[in-house]
Nanobody, 119 residues
Framework: EVQLVESGGGLVQAGGSLRLSCAAS????????IGWFRRAPGKEREGVSC????????YYADSVKGRFTISTENPKNTVYLQMNSLKPEDTAVYYC????????????WGQGTQVTVSS
């Protein structure tokens, strides 16, 4: 059974940083990509970033390029999203999704973690 558990969300002031974690299990981590998504109140879900655990390729939404960094710790089957220079518009529930391929739909999603950035 695939399980994805996010953690690390919270309340931070604009300009601050947070690191989200996604602990994955139930599939061969190294063979797939893992994505981070977010949904802000009243808005559609947005793809934030994606990483291929197999070759390390990363992708970012234009809105977070230069501020967010995605990485993996393969022995622990964990994906991180380091978020720096946070803005109020980054406020959303953040979800990780796997297993899959960057740019494609994912079958399994975590429960989400709330990120709130105050101005």
């Amino acid at each position: 059974e695939v399980q994805l558990v996010e953690s690390g969300g919270g309340l931070v002031q604009a300009g601050g940083s947070l690191r989200l974690s996604c602990a994955a299990s139930g599939f061969t981590f190294d063979d797939y990509a893992i994505g981070w998504f977010r949904r802000a109140p009243g808005k559609e879900r947005e793809g934030v970033s994606c990483i291929s655990a197999k070759d390390g390729r990363t992708y970012y939404a234009d809105s977070v390029k230069g501020r967010f960094t995605i990485s993996t710790e393969n022995p622990k089957n964990t994906v991180y999203l380091q978020m720096n220079s946070l803005k109020p518009e980054d406020t959303a529930v953040y979800y990780c999704a796997a297993p899959g391929y960057c740019g494609y739909e994912y079958k399994y999603w975590g429960q989400g973690t709330q990120v709130t950035v105050s101005s």
